[in-house]
C-alpha cells in the first residue's frame, strides 16, 4: 500500500466521492467538474482513473459501477466490488494469455511469458 501523503486532487476528489454510497455513487464526470480536472490527450476520464487508481493503492476503499464512482460503506460491498473487479482482472488476465500463446506458436518456443 502506497503511503505517500494524498495529492490536492487526490484529496478533492476524495472528499467528493466519500459522501456516495452504493446507492448514490456520482458519475465521473461530476468529479471532474467539481474539481475542475480536463481530459489528457483526448482521453476521456483519463486523468480521474489515474486519481482514482492512486486513491485505491493508498488504501481507499473507493468502488464503481455503471452509475459512478462510490465509497465502500461496509466490508461485504467492498469483498462485492473486489469480486467482481478481479474477475475483470481474470478475463483480462485470459486474453493476454492467448495472446501470448498466439505469438509463442509464432516464433516457434516459449519465447515470451507475461510478467
Given at each position: 500500500?502506497?503511503?505517500?501523503?494524498?495529492?490536492?486532487?487526490q484529496s478533492m476528489t476524495y472528499q467528493i466521492i466519500k459522501d456516495h454510497g452504493r446507492s448514490n455513487p456520482i458519475i465521473g464526470a461530476d468529479i471532474q467538474r467539481?474539481?475542475?480536472?480536463?481530459?489528457?490527450?483526448?482521453?476521456?476520464?483519463?486523468?480521474?482513473?489515474?486519481?482514482?487508481?492512486?486513491?485505491?493503492?493508498?488504501?481507499?476503499?473507493?468502488?464503481?459501477?455503471?452509475?459512478?464512482?462510490?465509497?465502500?460503506?461496509?466490508?461485504?460491498?467492498?469483498?462485492?466490488?473486489?469480486?467482481?473487479?478481479?474477475?475483470?482482472?481474470?478475463?483480462?488476465?485470459?486474453?493476454?494469455?492467448?495472446?501470448?500463446?498466439?505469438?509463442?506458436?509464432?516464433?516457434?518456443?516459449?519465447?515470451?511469458?507475461?510478467?
Amino acid at each position: 500500500m502506497n503511503t505517500k501523503p494524498l495529492t490536492e486532487l487526490q484529496s478533492m476528489t476524495y472528499q467528493i466521492i466519500k459522501d456516495h454510497g452504493r446507492s448514490n455513487p456520482i458519475i465521473g464526470a461530476d468529479i471532474q467538474r467539481q474539481i475542475n480536472l480536463t481530459d489528457r490527450d483526448h482521453k476521456k476520464g483519463a486523468n480521474l482513473r489515474s486519481i482514482i487508481n492512486a486513491l485505491r493503492d493508498k488504501g481507499y476503499a473507493i468502488c464503481a459501477s455503471d452509475e459512478g464512482y462510490y465509497y465502500a460503506q461496509n466490508p461485504q460491498e467492498l469483498k462485492d466490488y473486489i469480486d467482481e473487479f478481479q474477475a475483470r482482472i481474470n478475463q483480462q488476465q485470459e486474453a493476454c494469455n492467448s495472446l501470448i500463446n498466439k505469438y509463442n506458436s509464432w516464433v516457434g518456443i516459449v519465447a515470451y511469458t507475461a510478467g
